[in-house]
């Protein structure tokens, strides 16, 4: 079974420090990895995807098979990027369901 | 234009009533999903449809839980007998086509559902 992991429910940065929300996944396969983001009051929406390869809001993230991760990074933490983070899985067997892990809050402190 | 509705945005029942929800999708997607977010956990899948069929309803938790989706556009998922446990923030998405992978899947704002 897949299974997404984010150890920090609470991430506490200052305004310009580096941001690293950490997400390690377990599935035997070559997972698809996304990050998606839940800002105050607005819904949940797709931040980026690991096959994309893509920067958004200065956010990158690298999947590492060796180490089954998908950490999420930014050198300069802003205070706009205060929100909800989940990392996601998609296995690709045959079903197009998303495995989310809990989430991680990150709070920028100004 | 318009983005994935959902209605109601609160609903509060009592133990044992039977409760509907409903998602309007985004006008042209093919793909529909439904999610669970219990306080404090992410999301959780539900149930997929693909058109007007449910292709993987492996996430719904028992019988109590049903859903449809007749003209492939709006769903209505449908809870029997409902149980405390049930309290949960309930997520639509829909997507253009149905691979995760190249696909976006876009989220409503979610149905809170409250059983007293």
């Known amino acids: 079974a897949q299974r997404v992991t984010q150890p920090e429910k609470l991430l506490s940065v200052f305004k310009g420090a580096p941001v690293e929300l950490k997400c390690n996944y377990s599935?035997?396969?070559?997972?698809?990895l996304f990050w998606y983001v839940q800002y105050s009051r607005q819904r949940l929406q797709l931040l980026l995807r690991?096959?994309s390869r893509e920067s958004i809001k200065g956010f990158t993230a690298d999947l590492n098979k060796g180490e089954t991760s998908f950490h999420l990074k930014k050198p300069f933490a802003q205070e706009e990027d205060s929100a909800m983070y989940y990392c996601a899985l998609y296995s690709g067997a045959g079903s197009y369901q998303l495995t989310f892990g809990k989430g991680t809050k990150l709070s920028v402190i100004p | 234009g318009a983005g994935v509705s959902q209605t109601p945005s609160n609903k509060v029942t009592e133990k044992g009533k039977y409760v509907e929800l409903r998602c309007d999708p985004i006008?042209?997607?093919?793909?529909l999903y439904w999610y669970r977010q219990s306080l404090g956990q992410g999301p959780e899948f539900l149930i997929y449809?693909?058109?007007?069929?449910?292709?993987?309803d492996s996430g719904l938790p028992n019988d109590r839980f049903f859903a449809v989706r007749p003209e492939g556009s709006v769903s209505t998922l449908k809870i029997q007998r409902t149980e405390r446990g049930d309290s949960a923030v309930y997520l639509c998405?829909?997507?253009?086509?149905?691979?995760?992978?190249?696909?976006?899947?876009?989220f409503g704002p979610g149905t809170r559902l409250t059983v007293l």
């Open positions: 006008s042209g997607h093919t793909a």
């Open positions: 690991h096959i």
């Open positions: 599935y035997s396969g070559s997972p698809e």
């Open positions: 998405a829909s997507s253009l086509r149905t691979d995760p992978s190249t696909d976006t899947q876009y």
């Open positions: 449809f693909q058109g007007t069929g449910a292709a993987d």
